[in-house]
């Protein structure tokens, strides 16, 4: 589900449903249990070699995880630009958003004031 913002109002696309189901009774339980209990585990490794603040989003990340695979919460971030903000509700749609701000850097901002494509 994208939202987006503008000064004027809010345009909503969503997809219903989609994190809708469960894992109990199929195939795949036994492996998602160990995927649960790995993220677990991962969401508050200390990782000794890591710098403070990426442990700290090592953590964070693990968590927002953790939230989507146990209890079924979809992700959630808002990237806020002069002129509004952009909500992401689902992995694909955050993967996308990092790998546009590694790309873009330093115009990541005006890009999204000016290029609609990104909305």
């Not at 808002?78 to 790998?99: D, H, P, Y």
Request: proline share 3%.
């Amino acid at each position: 589900t994208i939202n987006v913002q503008k000064p004027y109002g809010t345009t909503y696309l969503s997809r219903p449903g989609i994190y809708s189901g469960s894992w109990d009774g199929s195939e795949w339980e036994i492996l998602m249990d160990e995927v649960k209990q790995r993220i677990a585990e991962l969401s508050v490794e200390s990782g000794h070699h890591m710098s403070k603040k990426s442990k700290k989003q090592q953590r964070s990340t693990f968590r927002d995880f953790m939230s989507t695979i146990v209890d079924d919460e979809p992700p959630e971030e808002v990237v806020t630009f002069r002129g509004g903000s952009v909500k992401v509700t689902s992995w694909k749609e955050i993967v996308q958003l990092n790998f546009i701000r590694h790309c873009l850097q330093g115009g990541f901002q005006i890009q999204m004031m000016m290029n609609e494509t990104l909305h």
